[in-house]
C-alpha cells in the first residue's frame, strides 16, 4: 500500500477552464483604480482596451495587418459571431473529434443551414484525415480539442492558394502551441485560459482575406446585435480600437491587461510555449512509467500538451460499466480535492471516463510534480474500494 503523500500542491488548480491565474497573481496587481465606475468609452478605459488589443498582437506575433477586437461570450461568442458574419459563399468543410468541434458542425448544419457541407469526424482520442480537406472551401476546425486532448500536428494540411477561409477555434491553443497565421483566417480565442484571465469576453482575429469576406458577403439571415460587425454596409472599425461592441467588465480587462503584461516579461508566445511543454513532459514522463494509467491517445504527433487526457488501463477498471467507471473517476477527484491535491481534473462529461490536466504556461512544474504522487495514491486508495 502506498503512503499518504506529504507534500500538497501550494496551488493545486488544474482545470482545463477556467485555468489558473498567472504565478504571483493577486487582485492588489490590478490597475483597476482609474478603470472601475467610468464609461467604457471613456479615454482613460479605451486606452486601457487598446492596450489590451495591442500586447495580444504583439505577444503573440499576429500579422500587422490582420485586425483584433475584443468580443462578448467569451469564446463562444467570438466564433459565433464569425461564423454568422462570414461563413456560406462558399462549401464548407468542417472537423470535429471532441464536443466544441462538434458544436460548430451542428451550428453549420442544422442552425446556419450550410447546404454544401462536408463533414470530417473522429472519434474521441483520434483526428479525421486532414488530406480530404480542400483548397476550394471554407475550413472550420478546432487547433487544439479541449476535451479529448488531441491537436492538430501543424498547419500543413490548409492550402497556401485556399478559395476560401480558415475558422479556427483557437482557444486552448492560444500560447500554448506554435500557430501559423499565414494558415488562419479567423482565429478565436478567450482569457481563462493559457492566460489564466476572467470568463466572459472573446478576442477575435481577423485576416484581411477575412475582412474582404466580411465587406463583400451579405447573409441571408438575421444578425443579432451582438454579431454585427458592420454598420451600414461599412466595417466597424471603432472595435478594433476598444470600442467594443457592448459594455465589457473593465475588472475583466484590467486582469487581461495584467496576464499579458506577465506575458511580454516572459518573452511572448514562444516562452509560454515552452513553459506548456515543459509542463506536458512533466507528466508524460510520469504516466510512461506507470501500468495503470496513459494518455488517452495514442499518436504522439497529435498529442495535446495544454489539455492532457488521460484513460485508466487497470484490468479491473476496463471490466466496469460506463456508469461505474465514471463512479470511480469521480471518488478519485473527490478524495484529491478534499486533500487539496488537485481540483477540477474530472474528463468532460461528453468524453470517455478519465482525467484531464491542464498543463498551459500559468501551471508551475513544481505544483505538478506535487500533483503526480497523489494521482497514484488516491488510485489505489478507490481500486482497494471498488475491487
Same mark, same amino acid.
Given at each position: 500500500m502506498l503512503e499518504k503523500p506529504n507534500r500538497t500542491p501550494k496551488r493545486p488548480n488544474f482545470s482545463c477552464g477556467p485555468c489558473v491565474k498567472r504565478p504571483g497573481w493577486t487582485i492588489k496587481n490590478l490597475k483597476t483604480f482609474d478603470l472601475l465606475g467610468r464609461s467604457h468609452r471613456s479615454d482613460t478605459c479605451l486606452k486601457t482596451l487598446n492596450e489590451v488589443i495591442s500586447l495580444t498582437k504583439e505577444t503573440l506575433d499576429i500579422p500587422i495587418d490582420y485586425k483584433v477586437a475584443i468580443v462578448p461570450g467569451s469564446n463562444t461568442g467570438a466564433f459565433e459571431m464569425a461564423l454568422w458574419s462570414m461563413i456560406g459563399p462558399l462549401p464548407v468543410d468542417a472537423l470535429a473529434w471532441e464536443t466544441f468541434g462538434n458544436g460548430w458542425i451542428y451550428d453549420l448544419k442544422d442552425q446556419l443551414k450550410i447546404k454544401d457541407l462536408r463533414i470530417h469526424k473522429a472519434d474521441y482520442s483520434s483526428i479525421p484525415n486532414l488530406s480530404l480537406v480542400s483548397d476550394k472551401t471554407d475550413i472550420c476546425f478546432t487547433w487544439n480539442g479541449t476535451t479529448s486532448g488531441v491537436k492538430v500536428p501543424n498547419a500543413d494540411w490548409i492550402s497556401n492558394n485556399r478559395k476560401g477561409i480558415t475558422f479556427c477555434d483557437a482557444t486552448s491553443a492560444i500560447y500554448s502551441q506554435e500557430l501559423d497565421w499565414n494558415k488562419i483566417d479567423v482565429a478565436t480565442f478567450s482569457w481563462q485560459k493559457s492566460m489564466g484571465g476572467e470568463g466572459g469576453h472573446g478576442i477575435l482575429i481577423i485576416?484581411? *482575406? !477575412?475582412? =474582404?469576406?466580411?465587406?463583400?458577403f451579405k447573409p441571408n439571415r438575421p444578425l443579432p446585435k451582438l454579431f454585427r460587425l458592420l454598420k451600414d454596409n461599412e466595417i466597424l472599425d471603432g472595435i478594433y480600437e476598444g470600442k467594443t461592441i457592448n459594455t465589457p467588465s473593465m475588472l475583466c480587462v484590467a486582469d487581461a491587461l495584467d496576464s499579458l503584461l506577465w506575458i511580454k516579461k516572459l518573452g511572448g508566445w514562444k516562452q509560454t510555449y515552452k513553459k506548456s511543454m515543459a509542463n506536458f513532459k512533466v507528466l508524460s514522463d510520469w504516466? =510512461?512509467?506507470? =501500468?495503470?494509467?496513459?494518455n488517452s491517445v495514442k499518436d504522439k504527433k497529435i498529442q495535446s500538451n495544454s489539455s492532457i487526457c488521460l484513460e485508466i488501463n487497470d484490468n479491473s477498471f476496463l471490466k466496469l460499466d460506463i456508469q461505474n467507471k465514471r463512479s470511480f473517476i469521480q471518488e478519485m477527484c473527490s478524495i484529491l480535492e478534499q486533500n487539496n !491535491? !488537485?481540483? /477540477?481534473? *474530472?474528463?468532460?462529461? /461528453?468524453a470517455p471516463p478519465g482525467l484531464r490536466i491542464w498543463c498551459g504556461p500559468t501551471v508551475e512544474e513544481d505544483d505538478l510534480r506535487a500533483l503526480l504522487p497523489w494521482l497514484d495514491w488516491s488510485f489505489e486508495i478507490v481500486r482497494n474500494e471498488f475491487f
Open positions: 485576416s484581411p *482575406k !477575412a475582412i =474582404e469576406r466580411l465587406k463583400n504516466y =510512461e512509467n506507470r =501500468e495503470w494509467v496513459s !491535491a !488537485a481540483f /477540477d481534473i *474530472k474528463g468532460h462529461r /461528453d
